[in-house]
T-cell receptor, first 116, second 113 residues
């Protein structure tokens, strides 16, 4: 079974609008971490936001927020006030376990295109 | 702030040649991970090291080997290269005991011709 599922291969949004990128996950481990990364066409993998399974509040980082619904096992990324520079591939990833050296499992990604 | 440094950024090799990719983690990070991202694919975990010892192993071919050195930098050695090894290779580092946030380098794009 897929551990991370991103059902949107591509998303379009107009500049200045908000967009939600979906991510659902599957794990039986009570301790886990969820990550979102941005990969522009240049290829680098840029860390955006992190949510721990025991965190009580949704994570926020500037224009990025993570809508964490534990019971539904979803961790959607919300980008507010989209900018042209947000056009990129976005990956949701999960780390299982509570130690620092657990590998990440990635979803298949969502390509976001921001139009003027 | 210092980030994860990977070298080289681009590498072109012929089939059956060998390649060595280097990774310099963020200072004080003690864990290094290697990922392979094929064209249009999501990154796949290859191998990780904690305190210079292998901590986990993923779908790494036997033709590949890696190690972490005393200064915590890591090298991924790839032998008998195949066309299918063409990919973006990422190194990431983290601090054990932290939140497990892994920060990635800019990647090495390997092209096998």
């Amino acid at each position: 079974a897929q551990k991370i599922t991103q059902t949107q291969p591509g998303m379009f949004v107009q500049e200045k609008e908000a967009v939600t990128l979906d991510c659902t996950y599957d794990t039986s481990d009570p301790s886990y971490g969820l990550f979102w990364y941005k990969q522009p066409s240049s290829g680098e993998m840029i860390f955006l936001i992190y949510q721990g399974s025991y965190d009580q509040q949704n994570a926020t980082e500037g224009r990025y927020s993570l809508n964490f619904q534990k019971a539904r096992k979803s961790a959607n990324l919300v980008i507010s006030a989209s900018q042209l520079g947000d056009s990129a591939m976005y990956f949701c990833a999960m780390r299982e376990g509570d130690t620092g050296f657990q590998k990440l499992v990635f979803g298949t990604g969502t390509r976001l295109l921001v139009s003027p | 702030a210092a980030g994860v440094i990977q070298s080289p950024r681009h590498l072109i090799k012929e089939k059956r040649e060998t390649a060595t990719l280097k990774c310099y983690p963020i200072p004080r990070h003690d864990t290094v991970y290697w990922y392979q991202q094929g064209p249009g694919q999501d990154p796949q975990f290859l191998i990780s090291f904690y305190e210079k010892m292998q901590s986990d192993k993923g779908s790494i071919p036997d033709r590949f080997s890696a190690q972490q050195f005393s200064d915590y930098h890591s090298e991924l050695n790839m032998s008998s290269l195949e066309l299918g090894d063409s990919a973006l290779y990422f190194c990431a580092s983290s601090l054990e005991g932290g939140l497990g946030m892994a920060f990635f380098g800019q990647g090495t794009r390997l092209t096998v011709v």
